[in-house]
C-alpha cells in the first residue's frame, strides 16, 4: 500500500494527485467540479511527490528514478529548466519563483543512506549559484523559508542506518543561505527522525517536529542555536 501524494494550485483552482490505486500516474483536477483538467500524467515509477510551480504553470512530479515537469494546463511534458544535472530525485521552487534547489544521488532504497548532491539555481537562468553541497543520510527534504532567504535541507542520520524504517536514526538540518549557498553555522541536531519541517512566516525560525516523541524544536536562524525544544 502506497500513500497518495497531493497538492493545491497556489490560486486553489486546482488539485494535483499522485499515488494510491495509480501509483505511477499524477493528474490535475479542477477543485470545483472535481473533473480531471488533463489527460493522466504516466511515470515509469512510484510518484512520491508533487507540487505546483509559484506560478502554476508547471507540475513538478519527483519519483524514485527522477524528476519531471508537466505544463498544468495541457498536461504536456515540459524539459527541465536546469541542465547537466544527473541522478536528479527532488526540485523545488522558492515561493517567489527566483531559486530552484535539487536533490541528485541515488541510494538502494528508499529509507537507506546515500550520497546527496543538495544544489541551488537561479531559476530565471538556469545557472547555479555554487557547486553542489554533498548531503550524508535519507533523501533530503527541502524547504525554503518564505523570503527566500534560507534553505532547509533534512535528513535521516545514523552510524548504522540497515533498517528501512523512517522511525530509526538521528535527524540533521542543514540550513543554506540561498545566495551564495554557504552553511547558517552549524547543522540543527536532533535525537531522532524529524517528520516536520517548517520555517516561520517571518523566515526567523526553523520549527522540527520530532517523529517519536513529537517534541517540537525551535531554532533561531539568525543566531544559530535552538530557542526552545
Not at 534553505?151 to 523512517?166: F, Y
Request: charge should be negative; glycine fraction near 12%.
Amino acid at each position: 500500500f502506497e500513500t497518495p501524494t497531493a497538492a493545491f494550485s497556489h490560486d486553489g483552482k486546482r488539485l494535483a494527485i499522485a499515488g494510491s490505486g495509480e501509483n505511477q500516474q499524477a493528474r490535475i483536477y479542477d477543485t470545483t467540479t472535481g473533473q480531471a483538467t488533463t489527460q493522466v500524467l504516466a511515470h515509469a515509477n512510484l510518484v512520491q511527490r508533487v507540487a505546483f510551480s509559484p506560478d502554476d504553470r508547471w507540475l513538478i512530479a519527483s519519483h524514485e528514478a527522477g524528476v519531471r515537469l508537466w505544463d498544468a494546463v495541457s498536461g504536456a511534458p515540459v524539459p527541465l529548466p536546469l541542465q547537466g544535472v544527473e541522478a536528479l530525485r527532488d526540485l523545488v521552487f522558492s515561493s517567489d519563483g527566483q531559486w530552484i534547489a535539487t536533490c541528485a544521488g541515488t541510494s538502494s532504497a528508499l529509507h537507506l543512506r546515500g550520497v546527496w548532491q543538495v544544489q541551488i539555481w537561479r531559476a530565471a537562468t538556469g545557472e547555479a549559484i555554487a557547486a553542489a553541497r554533498p548531503v550524508a543520510g535519507t533523501q533530503p527534504q527541502l524547504v525554503f523559508s518564505p523570503d527566500g532567504h534560507w534553505l532547509a535541507v533534512g535528513t535521516r542520520v545514523s552510524a548504522e542506518m540497515i533498517s528501512d524504517s523512517p522511525l530509526q536514526g538521528s535527524a540533521r538540518v542543514h540550513i543554506l543561505d540561498v545566495r551564495n549557498g554557504g552553511a547558517s553555522g552549524r547543522p540543527v541536531e536532533l535525537p531522532e527522525p524529524g517528520f516536520g519541517l517548517r520555517f516561520s512566516a517571518d523566515s526567523a525560525r526553523l520549527f522540527l517536529l520530532g517523529g517519536g516523541s513529537g517534541t517540537l524544536t525551535v531554532w533561531d536562524v539568525a543566531r544559530g542555536e535552538a530557542i526552545a525544544g
